[in-house]
């Protein structure tokens, strides 16, 4: 069964600063990894998808990344602002019509 | 305005009764999915539907109940055997399996 990891937990940066975050997935036969960001209280909001034949999917200061073969994708986050500080989870939709699997998901802080 | 409506925003519930969480979307998305959140646990599955009168369940779905007897609904029925139900719930759809998810902004359940 697919498993998804997200470390660290939590991650506190200085308003500037360029950040990864990182996602790990047990099994490397996904059909897509998705980036949601979520604010407290709040429901998720979809950054980015990443089909499995892509390497990589950009918006704005976002850049996420995709390897298969070593089961990790990254979320770039450039020039970061207070606004981003909120809570990151990926998850995979593996081959079949399964559900997306979730990480627990990183909690940024971006500090003025 | 296009998008997912969960409702209400806050409920609370005695011990015994059931409750029931409404979902609906008019993106006309075949596929939707509930999902808890709890501190530290990310989101779990409940259940989910791919095609109106069809569902299956997730991962934690004893307790709880569903329909889709509509493409736009899918109501998520907390039951009294449901032994810890305060949490945060969410409700998603996708076009079909494996497309973008998009998720409604929760319903935050607590047992008084």
């Known amino acids: 069964k697919q498993e998804v990891t997200q470390i660290p937990a939590a991650l506190s940066v200085p308003e500037g600063e360029n950040l990864v975050l990182n996602c790990s997935f047990t099994?490397?036969?996904?059909?897509?990894l998705q980036w949601f960001r979520q604010d407290p209280g709040k429901g998720l909001t979809s950054l980015l998808l990443i089909q499995s034949s892509q390497r990589e999917q950009t918006s704005g200061r976002l850049n996420a990344s995709l390897d298969k073969s070593s089961g990790r994708s990254t979320l770039y986050i450039a020039a970061s602002q207070p606004g981003d500080s909120a809570t990151y989870l990926c998850?995979?939709?593996?081959?079949?019509?399964?559900?997306?699997?979730f990480g627990k998901g990183t909690r940024l802080s971006v500090i003025a | 305005d296009g998008g997912i409506t969960q409702s209400p925003k806050y409920l609370f519930r005695k011990e015994g009764q059931n409750v029931t969480l409404s979902c609906e979307q008019n993106?006309?998305?075949?596929?939707m999915y509930w999902y808890r959140q709890d501190p530290g646990q990310g989101l779990r599955l409940i259940y989910y539907s791919q095609i109106v009168n069809d569902f299956q369940k997730g991962d934690i779905a004893e307790g709880y109940s569903v329909s889709r007897e509509k493409k736009e609904s899918f109501p998520l029925t907390v039951t009294s055997a449901q032994k810890n139900p305060t949490a945060f719930y969410l409700c998603a759809t996708a076009q079909v399996a494996h497309t973008e998810a998009f998720f409604g902004q929760g319903t935050r359940l607590t047992v008084v």
């Open positions: 993106l006309n998305h075949d596929a």
């Open positions: 998850a995979s939709a593996d081959s079949g019509n399964t559900p997306l699997v």
């Open positions: 099994d490397s036969a996904i059909y897509n």
